[in-house]
């Protein structure tokens, strides 16, 4: 089997913190899985192969924008699983460019193929009429929704917390689709408290995690999306490289870096208890930092490290 839904080798590695209020700060290093389906990627895809494989498919259709790391994981995942795998991608200007950006060369060069469609279109992506249009374009396949969450993959992010994180009091996570902060929440103890930090602006994640999660012990923080998806400014660069320097953990632009900023910005503001113990779950995403620098450099703002 090439993935496996018990992972041994995932560590938390303790965080500086300047604190006066004795708090702890570790993060899950979830983004050390696999060097192409790391962290949530990979807990989401893997129930989500075995059921393809179970139904005999042999095409992965999935959906996502052009820095996706969901597209570059699914990519990668079909590739050694024996899948060929078709990306939906949003923006149909991007078929008209001749150089891809790194994530969809990446995609690409692990055998995926790609439909670009509008904007407008892309939002029809989960309705009926969409979706048979897409069985008449491509014939069958296993469809994985655009993030990866589904029942499947909220059941594959269960596996995240083990026994040994129950001595923590908070558990926080940077929130997509819903489907990473709803498995932690089903799978953690009665007196911790799950903590999502949205990366995009929107009230309809709240609908999103009731689907899937299974107790109240949960909690949206809305105020460090940076502006909406895939939004940064210097700030951010600059708290992601100094992170770096003095933690030696690499943070993506999109996600990790947020919720860790977020959460060390409410410690501070004396949001947690005297003597909390924090985990924040990175959730992987750094093949997207390429990407992102090409961005910024055409902005002329600082590049991350």
């Avoid at 139904?55 to 597209?71: D, M």
């Avoid at 050694?80 to 995609?107: C, M, Q, V, W, Y």
Wanted: glycine fraction near 8%; charge should be neutral; charged fraction near 20%.
């Amino acid at each position: 089997m090439l993935f496996s839904s018990e992972l041994s080798n995932i560590e938390n590695q303790s965080v500086i913190l300047n604190s006066d209020s004795n708090i702890s700060l570790s993060i899950k290093r979830e983004d050390q899985i696999h060097p192409f389906i790391s962290g949530n990627k990979y807990r989401k895809l893997f129930y989500n192969i075995l059921k393809a494989k179970e139904e005999e498919h042999t095409t992965l259709l999935t959906f996502g924008g052009a820095y996706s790391n969901h597209i570059a994981a699914v990519a990668y995942a079909g590739k050694i699983s024996g899948f060929k795998t078709i990306g939906i991608i949003r923006g149909e200007e991007l078929a008209l460019e001749t150089d891809l950006n790194p994530t969809l060369k990446f995609a690409a060069s692990c055998g995926m193929a790609f439909k670009y469609v509008t904007r407008s279109d892309f939002r029809l992506k989960e309705t009926e009429s969409f979706i048979t249009d897409l069985h008449d374009a491509f014939g069958e396949f296993y469809l994985v929704p655009e993030g990866g969450t589904n029942a499947l993959a909220v059941k594959g992010c269960e596996h995240i917390l083990t026994p040994e994180d129950s001595k923590f009091d908070y558990v926080c996570c940077a929130v997509g689709t819903g489907g990473t902060i709803s498995g932690l929440i089903n799978s953690s103890e009665a007196h911790q408290t799950i903590l999502g930090f949205p990366a995009l602006k929107g009230d309809f994640l709240q609908n999103n995690i009731s689907k899937f999660a299974t107790k109240t012990n949960w909690e949206l923080i809305t105020d460090y999306h940076f502006g909406g998806y895939a939004k940064i400014d210097d700030t951010l660069v600059a708290f992601i490289n100094a992170f770096k320097r003095q933690n030696n953990i690499p943070l993506d632009p999109v996600y990790t870096g947020k919720v860790m900023f977020g959460v060390m910005d409410l410690v501070k503001q004396g949001y947690f208890p005297k003597d909390s113990k924090i985990l924040v779950i990175h959730t992987g995403g750094l093949q997207g930092i390429q990407g992102m620098n090409n961005q910024l450099k055409k902005k002329k703002m600082p590049q991350i490290i």
